[in-house]
């Protein structure tokens, strides 16, 4: 009895020490995390909540593609209005009664935002670019695979990184993307981009191909301080070429 419970844990004085919520896996084919939230922005401790984590599975190998959190954007603003870090992660619509949707986020004070998935759709980038978080600094998106549901176009990627929709954003993580070199080709592009101190790259389909055209784009980001390609298909040869490339960007690589 999910609902119940989360009523005697929110109702409990302990959670205005809260700075942090963790709402695991609740159910694989129905979620209740809207149940969830809604209950928790009942109590006035969760108007002053900082840190909220969806979805989350503490590093166990769960399949993702089974489990959906839900369409939480709405619930996650009316209930924790002064976030300032948001994580969530969540498979698409496979097997799922509630499909996941981010539509309505609009949290003034979060800085950091996580995304997890397997399947950034176009509608689910569409609601991101639509949300409203003016002091965003940190934003790592996960996309995914088509057959799974990521068939977000680039044209809806790109209001990311034209320095209007986040001013504020200095760490962008572009993960898990089938298409890598169209995001090399593109982001250098960008007004994002000479502000971007750590760049994501990581868990793609970036092999030695695309290091010759990363590697010319480097004078594009003048303040970059860290850029991540792990779980690439690197060779060392190709870790060679973005050493010299980036000299003063560490980075490590798991090829």
Not at 22 to 46: F, M, T
Not at 81 to 88: D, F, V
Not at 179 to 204: E, H, N, W
């Amino acid at each position: 009895d999910i609902p119940r419970f989360a009523k005697a844990v929110f109702s409990s004085p302990l959670c205005a020490a809260l700075e942090e919520l963790k709402i695991g896996i609740l159910e694989w084919e129905d979620s209740q995390q809207n149940v969830v939230l809604a209950e928790a922005g009942k109590h006035a401790w969760a108007k002053d909540l900082r840190s909220l984590r969806l979805g989350e599975v503490g590093g166990a190998d769960v399949d993702m593609d089974h489990h959906s959190v839900g369409d939480v954007g709405k619930a996650i603003t009316k209930s924790f209005p002064n976030l300032e870090s948001l994580y969530i992660r969540s498979g698409g619509d496979y097997g799922s009664n509630s499909p996941f949707g981010l539509a309505g986020l609009d949290l003034p004070k979060l800085k950091e935002l996580t995304i997890e998935t397997c399947a950034m759709s176009r509608k689910r980038m569409k609601a991101l670019t639509a949300a409203k978080l003016p002091s965003l600094e940190r934003l790592v998106v996960w996309f995914g695979a088509r057959e799974r549901g990521a068939n977000a176009p680039l044209a809806d990627v790109m209001p990311v990184w034209d320095g209007k929709l986040f001013p504020r954003l200095r760490h962008l993580g572009l993960c898990n993307p089938e298409l890598v070199l169209d995001f090399i080709r593109l982001l250098p592009q960008g007004k994002i981009a000479k502000q971007l101190v750590s760049l994501d790259l990581s868990k793609g389909t970036l092999g030695d191909d695309g290091i010759p055209e990363l590697a010319e784009v480097a004078a594009k980001f003048p303040a970059l301080q860290t850029l991540c390609v792990d779980d690439s298909w690197i060779s060392p040869a190709g870790i060679k070429a973005l050493k010299k490339a980036f000299p003063d960007a560490p980075f490590s690589v798991l090829a």
